[in-house]
DNA sequence: AAACCATTAAAACGTTTGTTTGAATCATAC
DNA sequence: GTATGATTCAAACAAACGTTTTAATGGTTT
């Protein structure tokens, strides 16, 4: 619909993967059907399984796609920040950024497929799909070892247990800032009231007073 | 497996029901067929349309069951906040457990069920399909609106949108935390390090320091 | 032109899906 | 005991699912 009817200057395979991580971010994986993909892309319903096998391996492929840019864009930005630190220890403001920020300035992408891309990520954090389960895990391993290293030197005075649990709970403000369609966006209409590029610093300053917060209060002040 | 094979205490409505409801939280909504559901309660294939005459009405009792209940605590813990003070202004903390401290004592109860529901429920926040989102924002929207008025009266000097933006923000840090099965857990090693009820006040120190963090900060200092 | 390979096309494969049917079974009321 | 209404049961329904098959097409190389 969006492309000529015929031939297209696009292949095949990327049409595929493009309607692919529309519809899986839309519907999710089990509610996608291969000819729900293959009509929208505009192509056979055989085409899936020519060039990816199985259904299985196409969505793997939606992922690996972009989720290998973006851990290796957070990694430069770790790198590049250790490398201006010079030996002294890092703000753990800029590592923050360089894990969040990173994934918020993809999210900001709207036409280039980004922001699809990270609602499509977000909702897979809690995708009850084994398989895509263990298949993000594995690709996000590394990256999230050398996230949590570098925060646990930044803050040596700080329990690692807290430190691992906070990095938990600002990936699920974030995922659930891009992906959430919660009750709240219903409720209250859908946030349409702000530009939604002033997300990210509005983010970002929520995640780093909750990795900031005094530790183990429970009835404070205020 | 868990009762007598003949007949059972409970009836076969709510024996349905806890099937349900532990294998949508498992597999999601489009992932648990029918088959999945009666062969685990131990019913013939047609007592889930007999009894709740469609797979659709069937999830939405199993999420009706539980959240009319834990709406109407949240609004009660609220109403006693407001006689408690008794005019005074509330203190933002105590409103924020009244809402997300409920939500969290409900999912520490794992032998009652509590803790399988919370868990679908976290998930169903990013769950794509439309039928069940449009159930819960309706189920959600009183609620949601008497905590969001009570914050801006605690917080007047704070702009609503930042308010409404950071309410989204812990649904998120909380859903995350309690049903997430992220990079995170799985690379981790899924948190087997602590006792799991101390969940609770690392979560609420983490919220209310979002909740408190400077606004429109972006590359701040520490 | 002929041969070759990659890709596309239409059709069908066997399963599984949610739902419905009609008879069998049960408890209770008459 | 017999009738009644509710519930359970085995069986079947059409539709949709992921995948496979076989032939047709297109471009490139001999």
Redesign the interface.
């Known amino acids: 619909m969006s492309q000529a009817p015929g031939k297209t200057a696009g292949d095949t395979r990327s049409r595929i993967l493009d309607a692919g991580e529309r519809l899986f ?4 994986f ?2 996608t059907s291969m000819r729900m993909i293959t009509s929208q892309a505009g192509v056979n319903l055989a085409a899936v399984n020519y060039h990816f096998g199985t259904k299985e391996l196409l969505i793997q492929e939606v992922f690996r796609r972009r989720l290998t840019h973006l851990n290796q864009s957070r990694l430069a930005a770790l790198a590049q920040l250790e490398a201006e630190a010079a030996g002294s220890p890092l ?3 800029r590592i923050v ?1 360089a894990f969040f920020g990173t994934a918020l300035r993809m999210a900001a992408d709207v036409e280039g497929g980004g922001h699809t891309f990270m609602c499509l990520l ?2 897979t ?5 084994e398989f895509v ?2 298949f ?2 594995e690709e ?2 590394e990256c ?2 050398r996230f ?1 290293t570098a925060l646990y030197r930044a803050l040596p005075e700080v329990d690692r ?2 430190i ?14 891009i ?10 209409g859908k ?1 349409n ?2 530009n939604p590029s002033r ?1 990210a ?22």
Chains 1, 2 share one sequence.
Not at 25 to 28: A, L, Q, V
Not at 169 to 175: L, P, T, V
Not at 201 to 222: K, Y
Request: proline share 6%; no cysteine.
């Open positions: 971010m839309e519907h999710g089990d509610g703000k753990p403001s950024d977000g909702r954090y809690t995708e009850p799909n389960r263990k993000l895990a996000y391993a999230v070892e949590l247990n807290e691992l649990w906070r990095f938990h709970f600002m990936m699920g403000a974030m995922s659930y800032a992906a959430g369609t919660d009750a709240l966006q219903l409720v209250t946030f009231d702000e997300l610093p509005r983010l970002m300053s929520f995640l780093l007073g909750g990795l900031r917060a005094p530790l183990a209060e429970f009835s404070p002040l205020n």
